[in-house]
């Protein structure tokens, strides 16, 4: 069995040693290493295969790297796009220029999806707030997706999930609004508009939501969590205790869920079942320090 490697030299040399050897040969006898004949050579043809005018060539890819970013005269601390899956020197020359790497999805940035336009720049900013969300990539998706409008609804998903992290709620809604106006029953989006009316203070509306959203989707462990924290909010423990039950059933090791069962067999007066709940919280969770003081125990 052959091994494949990730990086085989020594195969492509085989495949070019007569060329390469002769090339290397000519560069030695005539001792012009740097911008010789040679490397103009080079220069030459890698343009005319590039279609391009001009080609500098450079003795290896993170040299290449760091000329390009150079040429682009950005200032300390502005931010470079880039990937995680690739070589370390993606990220050494932009923080060797004093620039600041934003790792991304590469998948988002499929460039079959659109490699140019409004809708080239909407999937763009999708992918710097996948990756880090931030007031300023928020700001901008909601600009370019006024600008391109494109079909699918996941970008609003993403600039709705970026509004509910800065509170920006009234937002939120609104955005959800809009997707709920193209996909009447996504489950997700009737979640978050729930969460987005809660934290404006219309309990009522969002326990309304979220009560419909699991008689439609019994099996969403996170609807089932969001509708048992609205009822412990007001006041409704006993229902919030079934929900949260519904919840752990559906995803055993969210450790918030037990918690907050825990929360609402406590203020049912039940100790003994509330203990378990936080006991078990830890157990799925043992940094999850609520539940230990909950308990009684110190933090570590």
Not at 58 to 71: E, H, K, S
Not at 96 to 103: S, T, Y
Not at 178 to 189: I, K, M
Not at 275 to 281: L, Q, T
Request: proline residues 5%; contains cysteine.
């Amino acid at each position: 069995m052959e091994t494949i490697r990730m990086v085989d030299l020594k195969l492509q040399y085989d495949r070019l040693k007569t060329e390469m050897d002769e090339a290397i040969r000519r560069t030695v006898e005539s001792t012009a290493f740097i911008n010789g004949p040679e490397v103009h050579k080079f220069a030459g043809e890698l343009a005319d295969f590039l279609n391009v005018e001009h080609v500098i060539p450079c003795g290896n890819g993170t040299d290449a790297l760091q000329v390009a970013l150079m040429a682009l005269n950005l200032e300390p601390g502005d931010e470079v796009i880039t990937t995680p899956f690739s070589f370390i020197a993606s990220i050494e020359v932009i923080r060797l220029l004093r620039l600041v790497p934003v790792l991304v999805d590469v998948e988002v940035l499929d460039p079959e999806l659109a490699s140019q336009g409004p809708l080239a720049e909407v999937y763009r900013t999708v992918a710097v707030l996948r990756s880090r969300s931030s007031a300023p990539a928020v700001d901008h998706l909601e600009k370019v997706l006024a600008a391109a409008a494109p079909p699918e609804i996941e970008s609003y998903l993403d600039l709705a999930k970026g509004q509910l992290g800065l509170h920006r709620f009234a937002d939120a809604e609104r955005t959800l609004l809009g997707v709920l106006e193209r996909s009447p029953g996504h489950p997700l989006a009737r979640e978050w508009l729930a969460l987005a009316r809660f934290r404006l203070g219309r309990t009522d509306e969002a326990v309304a939501g979220l009560r419909q959203v699991v008689s439609e989707h019994p099996e969403r462990a996170e609807s089932w969590f969001n509708l048992g924290l609205f009822l412990i909010q007001a006041g409704d423990f006993a229902e919030a205790l079934g929900c949260l039950r519904r919840a752990v059933d559906a995803r055993p090791n969210m450790a918030s869920a037990w918690y907050y069962l825990g929360v609402a067999s406590e203020r049912l007066g039940r100790a003994g079942e509330a203990a378990a709940a936080y006991r078990r919280a830890l157990e799925v969770d043992p940094a999850y320090d609520r539940a230990r003081l909950a308990l009684g125990e110190e933090t570590p």
